[in-house]
């Protein structure tokens, strides 16, 4: 499974952005995704995750009431819908695959991963 992940850019603080993830191949209906960031100096994170039938989704604490996860299996896309956008939410955004169905937060689950797209919110 390939993915591309897209949508990132400069946005002011209190803005929004929709992040967008095609999947390369059909099977993705199966995998549960999950959308990490990683910030420079600092672990990369799971900030949100859906199961594969988008019945069950998580979020970080951190992003909780402003990230929205979600899919479309006919399209082989996930996306993140971000609002309210704050400074410390500036990072790479990277959309991943996981082996298992369930949803899961775990990085440990997913083996597949895109090539990251950089969010970079200014105050």
């Known amino acids: 499974v390939q993915l591309q992940a897209s949508g990132g850019g400069l946005v002011q603080a209190g803005g929004s952005l929709r992040l967008s993830c095609a999947a390369s191949?059909?099977?993705?209906?199966?995998?549960?995704m999950g959308w990490f960031r990683q910030a420079p100096g600092k672990e990369r994170e799971c900030v949100a995750a859906?199961?594969?039938?988008?019945?069950?989704?998580a979020y970080a604490d951190s992003v909780k009431g402003r990230f929205t996860i979600s899919r479309d299996n006919a399209k082989n896309t996930v996306y993140l819908q971000m609002n309210s956008l704050k400074p410390e939410d500036t990072a790479v955004y990277y959309c991943?695959?996981?082996?298992?169905?369930?949803?899961?937060?775990?990085?440990?689950?997913?083996?597949?991963w895109g090539q990251g797209t950089q969010v970079t919110v200014s105050s």
């Open positions: 991943a695959a996981a082996r298992i169905s369930a949803m899961t937060m775990h990085p440990q689950f997913y083996n597949y």
């Open positions: 191949r059909r099977t993705f209906s199966n995998n549960a």
């Open positions: 859906i199961n594969w039938s988008s019945s069950s989704t």
